[in-house]
């Protein structure tokens, strides 16, 4: 068990809606990154999200959005979706700089696996 | 921009023996991180092993151990006395500078361990 919690485990919806994931960081990681996995495309960074703050953006799509709370827990938003969103998304948390030393290992979730119909 | 690439699709070693994972990756970066991450059937992605570049001893964890050849940018996996349970996706990944930054994975090797 890494620490990360991931819900819900599997999520079955139709093209068109709207889903949202959520992650729920190591306690102490200040640092959020979700990746998407599927067949085609292997694993890929969408975004990293530091104390709340938005760090680093990559291959998101513009219907994808995520947000980080007070609490550090993350929440990533899916919309408009497509058959193609279907994968696997992982979220993964670490440290990322506590008291001026940077921790580089990033613990993985159990991931939400989503199928879109 | 960095690349990281798995050159073995799929790899299959009797229980017992050691088998070796490939991994090279191309970086302008001095200073990085490289992991090798495991997944299971369970698709949960487990860290197996991490090497930080500006160490020149490679990492060892129990069975796993790495061959960091950094001139070369080749970052290999060996498993010893190889196990049921080390059947799964081999990941290897790459993230500059001191961390803080995303992951960049290779393709995969499925790795089967026969009975």
């Known amino acids: 068990d890494s620490g990360v919690t991931q819900t819900p485990k599997h999520l079955i919806t139709a093209t068109g809606q709207r889903v949202t994931l959520r992650c729920s960081p190591r306690?102490?990681?200040?640092?959020v990154y979700w990746y998407q996995q599927s067949l085609d495309q292997g694993l890929q960074f969408l975004i990293q999200y530091y104390n709340g703050e938005e760090r680093a953006k990559g291959n998101i799509l513009e219907r994808f959005s995520a947000q980080q709370f007070p609490d550090l827990h993350s929440e990533l938003n899916l919309s408009s979706l497509e058959l193609g969103d279907s994968a696997l998304y992982f979220c993964?948390?670490?440290?990322?700089?506590?008291?001026?030393?940077?921790?580089?290992?990033?613990?993985f979730g159990p991931g939400t696996r989503l199928t879109v119909l | 921009a960095q690349t990281v690439t798995q050159s073995q699709p799929e790899m299959s070693v009797q229980e017992a023996e050691t088998v070796t994972l490939s991994c090279t990756y191309d970086t302008s970066e001095s200073n990085y991180y490289l992991f090798w991450y495991k997944q299971p059937p369970s698709r949960q992605m487990i860290l197996v092993i991490r090497?930080?570049?500006?160490?020149?001893q490679n990492a060892t964890e129990n069975r796993f151990s790495v061959n960091f050849q950094k001139a070369a940018k080749s970052f290999s996996l060996k498993i010893s006395d190889s196990q049921l349970g080390d059947t799964a996706m081999y990941f290897c990944?790459?993230?500059?500078?001191?961390?803080?930054?995303?992951?960049?994975f290779g393709t995969g090797t499925r790795l089967t361990i026969i009975p």
């Open positions: 090497q930080e570049a500006y160490k020149q």
């Open positions: 306690s102490g990681d200040l640092s």
């Open positions: 990944a790459f993230t500059p500078n001191f961390g803080n930054e995303k992951l960049t």
């Open positions: 993964a948390s670490s440290v990322a700089m506590r008291g001026g030393e940077s921790t580089d290992t990033q613990y």
